[in-house]
């Protein structure tokens, strides 16, 4: 199947520092990458869409200025998490979808924020 | 409007079968997906059904899906204790999917 990454897997950032999370499709072209926030034993929790070369949809209740994302290529997002804060910390997972109408979205592994 | 419901526990015994189930709303869903989330860890494409197809077997897994009642199962057999995770259904209407809140199955040894 398809292959997604996420780096880091793991961060530690202090309050007030800006994080950036990077998601990408391995070995397929992905035209459209979600990012989600899942807080513990809780269910995946859409924070925005992006196409590639075009700016990012935002759920209601995101704030697209603190939550920066980028996606410049077709194998390529990034996610910003500007001046963190301690409520910021969750486990950040990107996954990534291509362009046949059978496609589903590939998941990456996940990020760990921790904003101390 | 969409809405996909799954039971948020089920626990069986090593060995035993088990079954997910999953319902949701839009009958002009596409796809129907099963994913399984180990802890720490992203979401895995278990397994995926076409809206016009009632069956899909992949080895230890079988998927029924029940277009008239919009329920989806996923039947696992054998279940082994490394088979204890949060199993997902999503459905596909348009972009992006639309997730249940997950089933945390648990495995008795």
């Known amino acids: 199947g398809a292959v997604v990454s996420q780096h880091p897997s793991r961060v530690i950032c202090k309050s007030g520092t800006s994080v950036k999370i990077e998601c990408r499709s391995l070995?397929?072209?992905?035209?459209?990458m979600f990012w989600y926030r899942q807080f513990p034993k809780q269910s995946l929790m859409l924070m925005a869409t992006s196409n590639e070369g075009s700016k990012a949809t935002y759920e209601q209740g995101v704030e697209k200025d603190k939550f920066l994302i980028n996606h410049a290529s077709l194998t390529l997002s990034t996610l910003t998490v500007t001046s963190a804060h301690p409520e910021d910390s969750s486990f950040y997972i990107c996954?990534?979808?291509?362009?046949?109408?059978?496609?589903?979205?590939?998941f990456g592994p996940g990020t760990r924020l921790t904003v101390l | 409007g969409e809405d996909v419901e799954q039971s948020l526990f089920l626990s069986v015994r090593e060995g035993d079968s088990s079954v997910i189930n999953c319902t949701y709303t839009?009958?002009?869903?596409?796809?129907l997906y099963w994913y399984k989330q180990e802890p720490g860890a992203g979401l895995q494409l278990l397994t995926y059904i076409f809206s016009n197809m009632d069956m899909k077997q992949d080895q230890r897994l079988t998927v029924l899906l029940n277009k008239k009642d919009k329920h989806l199962s996923l039947r696992i057999a054998d279940t082994q204790t490394g088979d204890s995770a949060i199993y997902f259904c999503a459905e596909r209407l348009n972009t992006p999917l639309v997730f249940g809140k997950g089933t945390r199955l648990s495995v008795i040894a």
């Open positions: 839009d009958s002009s869903s596409t796809y």
């Open positions: 996954s990534a979808s291509g362009q046949a109408p059978w496609d589903t979205q590939y």
């Open positions: 070995d397929f072209q992905a035209t459209t």
